[in-house]
């Protein structure tokens, strides 16, 4: 089955610095086509890491490498690569979960 996750979040771009929605294909979970989104429990595992994956940004095509912070199995941040790679993920705290569910609900 050629099933995935998809990561779905909005990052500004390192290169032109516009900001531009992301959807990142993932077949690290259960891939049952959920989607997933900043307050998401995505790890059943609880585990901490951060979840790397390069993008074209759409306006200047320049590729951003990104890291999705997973804290205690939740989605809790969307950073760059570098910044990742000083960041202890263990100092990150959690968030409201469904944080943003809960603004594209209010925007409605
Ligand atoms: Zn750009």
Same mark, same amino acid.
């Given at each position: 089955?050629?099933?995935?996750?998809?990561?779905?979040?909005?990052?500004?771009?390192?290169?032109?610095?516009e900001?531009?929605d992301?959807?990142?294909? %993932?077949?690290?979970?259960e891939?049952?086509?959920?989607?997933?989104?900043?307050?998401?429990?995505v790890?059943?595992?609880?585990?901490?890491?951060?979840?790397?994956?390069?993008?074209e940004?759409?306006?200047?095509?320049?590729?951003?490498?990104?890291?999705?912070?997973?804290?205690r199995?939740?989605?809790?941040?969307?950073?760059?690569?570098? %910044?990742?790679? %000083?960041?202890?993920?263990?100092?990150?705290?959690?968030?409201?979960?469904?944080?943003?569910?809960?603004?594209?609900?209010?925007?409605?």
């Amino acid at each position: 089955m050629g099933l995935f996750d998809t990561f779905r979040g909005s990052y500004k771009c390192d290169s032109c610095k516009e900001i531009f929605d992301f959807q990142e294909q %993932t077949k690290d979970y259960e891939n049952l086509l959920k989607d997933f989104y900043l307050g998401d429990y995505v790890d059943k595992g609880h585990r901490n890491y951060f979840y790397d994956f390069e993008y074209e940004c759409p306006k200047c095509k320049s590729v951003n490498n990104i890291s999705i912070a997973i804290r205690r199995g939740q989605f809790v941040d969307v950073i760059s690569t570098e %910044t990742a790679e %000083t960041t202890n993920i263990l100092e990150l705290y959690n968030i409201k979960e469904g944080h943003q569910r809960n603004q594209n609900y209010e925007n409605k």
